[in-house]
């Protein structure tokens, strides 16, 4: 295969059509009223800017979860998957995803890690920015803020 | 002037303008592919690359000239005090300052209005003072002067610009007239292009005793620059925007404020004579020069002056500026792209936006076309806050860009929509 061609399988396989769908219409977007924890992402050099808020039972259960903010469509559209992702959960298994993807974009996972084996569901469509160094940032910037939100961080995050 | 004589100067210009296209051989880095795509280096207003006379100067000092300065009685000692104090009149020349000792080496254009910030300013700043700035200026020209207000409890005035990215002149000038300790200001706007009309700014300064500093970092390269005709107190300039090495930059400033300024940082070098009970500073432009230099880096900006003034910097601007306006011409005619940044009087650079695609999704689809461009707020969030935009894409040019490059750009432009589906 020549450089070029190469070169725009990869541009396809960061911009799927999954990607740029929520890219476009970000789902859960907006203020969440009555949230329990929240955290704010921005990588200033980038100029993405996201907060996060969750709903957490007593029990441990995400009850619901929103993102606002402006970035890139790598940044947006998974902020968007993340709360399409977690809400229903336990904090704990929200956090297995974090450190999964976390992991696996930045190619630090290792075959028969526990983070290896976390089935990402249709988080996978992100797994494109792997070939994108400089955009993995960009990727993991609304998974931070979850990690930082569940654990009451309040210092904003940033992954750059 | 006669026919003749006109015929003769339109000749002279188009023979040094094909000098200039014949420019991007002498880059060895632009002689590559991205992606399988020939690069079109497009960001040269972030950092320029260097042409083989830069490279090479700095090999053969590395090789064989390489010592201390100003220490040693040694033969390479000699040899390196040469060609780091020979730099210096080169650079010296280039940008026509009186007297050498008026050209101090700084790590960069940063560093040089830290220097005078701290050295200039602060120590005769209190409550009250004024300094005054623009609103299109780098950080680098805010964050020092942000730090002296910090220190000495003065205020920051800013003076606004308008939707074409022109800075205000009456404003600026009836700021002027408030009580201001210094101007800061830049020649051209590293995230607009836009060239301030520095002649008449410094000439009211000055009518009101106001001195003025010149970030020249993004003009340096482009026009011709020449400090006593500007008559600013103060210009700074970096080396790796104008083919020259990164970490090695000058500021100029008149003799006799750089005289009357207390040391930037104590040192080796520095000093004439040091005891427990005292120390007296060493002369013009040592003074401001604490520590082993950076020598290769000077030697480097040495050479890139040379290279510069061989192409000419009045071939340079008439070529970049024809070049300018056909980027902005063609940019301008893509549909969906808005261009920021439509000043008049302008250098180097276009900033604009394609439709509603962040500037980072665009700057790596451009990158995978062979296509190198700036995207994000540039080091002026300012300016972006203005605008309303989190950032934009920028495509700056320099003396080796053609007008193939802006036909490649424009082309991956196409790309990016079809991605986007726009």
Known sequence: MSAQMQSQEELRDLYRELILDHARSPRHFGKLE??????????????????IYFSI?????????????????????SASLLTDTVIGLKTDDALDFFSALVSRLSGRAKTGDHES?????????LEGVKEFPSRVKCATLAWH???????????????? | MTMS???????????????????????PCLTQSISGHPLVYLDSAASSQQPLAVIEKVVEYQSHD????????????????????????????????????EVVYTSGTTESINLVAQSFCRPKMTTGDKILITHLEHHSNIVPWQLVCEQTGAELLVTPIDEAGEVDIDTLFSQLDSGVKILAIAHVSNALGTLIPLKKVIEKAHSLDVPVLVDGAQAVPHIPVDVQELDCDFYALSGHKMFGPTGIGI?????????????YQGGGDMILEVSFAGTTYNDLPYKFEAGTPNISGAVGLGAAVNYLQAVGMNAVSTYEHELLQYMSGQLGQVDGVRLIGTAADKASVQSFLLDDIHPHDLGTILDHEGVAIR???????????????????RASLALYNNRDDIDRLVAALATAKEIFGR
């Open chain 2, 66 to 101: 390489h010592a201390n300065v100003h220490r040693g009685v040694h033969t390479l000692s000699h040899r390196a005090t040469e060609a780091y104090e020979g730099a210096r009149d080169v650079i010296q020349k280039f940008i026509n300052a009186e007297n050498r000792s």
């Open chain 2, 375 to 393: 995207t994000g707020h540039h080091c002026a969030m300012p300016v972006m806050d203005f605008y309303g935009v989190p950032g934009t894409a």
């Open chain 2, 251 to 263: 500021l100029f400033g008149k003799e006799k404020l750089l005289d009357a300024m207390p040391p």
């Open chain 1, 145 to 160: 803020a979850l990690n930082s939100a569940i654990h009451d961080g309040s210092a904003p995050v940033t992954t750059e």
């Open chain 1, 117 to 125: 084996t976390v089935d990402l569901g249709k988080l996978v469509a």
């Open chain 1, 57 to 77: 039972d007593p029990d441990g259960h995400i009850s619901d979860a929103k993102f606002e903010g402006s970035g890139c469509a790598i940044s947006v559209a």
């Open chain 1, 34 to 51: 009555g949230a329990t924890h929240s955290a704010e992402g921005i990588n200033p050099l980038c100029g993405d800017k996201l907060r």
């Open chain 2, 5 to 27: 004589e006109q015929i003769n100067k339109v000749t002279e210009l188009a023979a040094s303008q094909s000098g200039v296209e014949k420019c991007r051989q002498d880059f």
